[in-house]
């Protein structure tokens, strides 16, 4: 199969379910139960732990209680496990927040949507002080000024000079991954542009016994910012439901892309829908999706078993953390103000193929993205690399890198991991 793993890095309609026959099948979803029962009676925001996974025995959301998520330092996934049933009555909302809207004087703070629970952030508008050009979205399908990103599709474009954002992910959510951030709009100096839109959350719902959707699951991409330099709407998240069965009527997943706006003479792109995946022996649902098809099948692994994973080791020589935070204002590494460009970004892969070719992204906070090559060398359970990158020394930057590659004796769809880091560099 087709893999794409990937590392980043920042620098300062309605579906109505068809029965078959009976089963006698049933799914594990190998949940401890540590956790105990959820049953929230007023609307609750959790804090994820590090993880992204709770090990509940059963889960009940009532109707009018919405559930939301404070997202941990490396923004994973939600992830609930069941022993028993998981009834949804009520809102689970891992949605995005919208870009900013356009500014008529000179903003130096982020206006960047915010991406949800596994989610990527959208780009900061530009405003003229270090770049005229919008921020590109956080991502693999963070989409460039004025653009909406992709995931499912490839992101939306109108009048912008950015690249929509590129589709990603496979159909099997495994691994789990949100949505991208739109692209920031562009701008002289003396205004500020609209931020782009955060990208949707992601979650997996895993009961070994039934699953009741009355309720909603909401993972929107965020809008992007208004005005006549807008930004673009981040891509819609991941929602996969994994149970023994899978019932209910009336319950809503909704995936859908933010959209983008429209200035003068100017507009920007939506986001790329986000994708559904529904793993049941028994489907007798009727859900509301938006028009957007998911795709169906029996049970499968929770969790993708010696997955492949790429990491960014060091960057000029400075070791990246275990847990970075990817945020532009928290730096995780900073760099000597010695430091000159070109910069070796050293990368390390587990069961990834030697000879597999590695593309590095510097996303400047505004200014666009460079791309660089190169390729992985050593063994299938340990490969290694360096490129060399140019980094902006007046801006924040996030640093990126993705492989694409085929596994062997394995059947399957494309694959996709990621983790993020921070670095800071002086002026």
């Known amino acids: ?40 009676t007023t609307n609750t925001t959790l804090a994820l732990p590090a993880t992204g996974l709770f090990n509940f025995t059963t889960v009940t959301i009532p109707s009018g209680i919405t559930v939301r998520f404070t997202r941990n330092a490396a923004n994973t996934a939600v992830t609930f496990l069941a022993t028993g049933n998981v009834s949804i009555a009520g809102t689970i909302d891992i949605s995005a927040t919208s870009g900013g809207n356009v500014v008529g004087g000179t903003f130096l703070g982020s206006n960047a949507g915010t991406g949800g629970p596994g989610g990527f952030d959208g780009g900061n508008g530009a405003n003229g002080v270090a770049s005229n ?10 989409g460039g000024a004025g653009t909406g990103a992709g995931f499912a599709t490839t992101g939306g474009v109108v009048s912008a000079t950015g690249t929509p954002g590129a589709l990603y992910g496979n159909a099997e959510l495994l691994p789990l991954i949100g949505g991208s951030g739109g692209g920031g709009g562009s701008a002289e ?43 673009g709407g981040g891509s819609g998240g991941a929602i996969r439901l994994v149970a023994t069965s899978i019932t209910g009527a009336n319950g809503t997943l909704d995936v859908r892309g933010g959209s983008g706006s429209s200035g003068i003479g100017v507009g920007s792109g939506g986001g790329s829908v986000g994708r559904l ?151």
């Open 1 to 40: 199969m087709r893999h794409l793993t990937t590392v980043a890095i920042a620098l300062c309609g309605a579906l109505a379910a068809m029965t078959g026959p009976a089963h006698a099948q049933t799914f594990n979803s190998s949940s401890t139960g540590a956790d105990g029962a959820f049953n929230p």
């Open 133 to 142: 050009t919008g921020g590109t979205g956080l991502g693999p399908g963070g």
């Open 189 to 231: 100096l003396g205004s500020t542009s609209a931020g782009g839109g955060g990208g949707g959350g992601a979650i997996l719902i895993a009961s070994s016994g039934t699953i009741t959707l009355a309720g909603t699951i909401n993972a929107r991409g965020g809008n992007g910012g208004g005005g006549n330099n807008p930004g």
């Open 277 to 427: 995946r529904l793993e049941t022996y028994s489907n007798t649902a009727a859900v509301n999706i938006n028009n957007i098809p998911p795709s169906l099948a029996p049970p499968s692994a929770v969790a993708l078993a010696n997955g492949p994973t790429l990491t960014i080791t060091s960057i000029g020589g400075v070791a990246t953390p275990p847990a970075p935070g990817a945020s532009f204002t928290a730096p995780d590494v900073t760099l000597p103000a010695s430091t000159t460009n070109p910069v070796t970004v050293a990368l390390a892969g587990v069961n990834i193929p030697p000879g597999t070719a590695v593309l590095i992204a510097v996303n400047g906070q505004t200014g666009g993205n460079t791309v660089t090559s190169t390729t992985l060398s050593g063994t299938l359970t340990s490969t290694t690399a360096t490129a060399s990158v140019t980094i902006p020394t007046n801006r924040p930057s996030v640093v990126s890198a993705s492989a694409t590659f085929t596994l062997v004796a394995t059947s399957g769809a494309p694959l996709y991991g990621d983790g993020q880091l921070v670095v800071s560099r002086p002026r």
